[in-house]
């Protein structure tokens, strides 16, 4: 890992709409260097899971809106 900021992968499993309910299903791993215990770990803690959650978001997004575009019956 060469940067600070988290990485995160995203790998689908499936991605279903069954009687109008979307199911995505994906395994999830996110890494990051481990802070200090320091008085700043909380707040280090929190702006990694912040960043790696944005990541997480943006991919749910793409498969959503790749499975939506392809289903007729909205």
């Known amino acids: 890992m060469g940067s600070e ?5 995203f790998d689908t ?6 009687n109008g309910v979307l199911t995505v299903r994906a395994t999830i791993e996110v890494r990051y260097k481990m802070p ?3 008085g700043d770990l909380p707040q280090l803690l929190e702006a ?6 944005q990541q997480i978001k ?4 793409r498969e959503s809106i790749q499975r ?4 007729t019956d909205l």
């Open 68 to 71: 939506t575009d392809l289903y």
């Open 58 to 61: 943006r991919e749910l997004f």
């Open 48 to 53: 990694h899971i912040e960043t790696a959650g």
């Open 36 to 38: 200090n215990q320091d």
């Open 13 to 18: 499993q499936a991605v279903e709409i069954h």
């Open 5 to 9: 900021n988290p990485e995160t992968q």
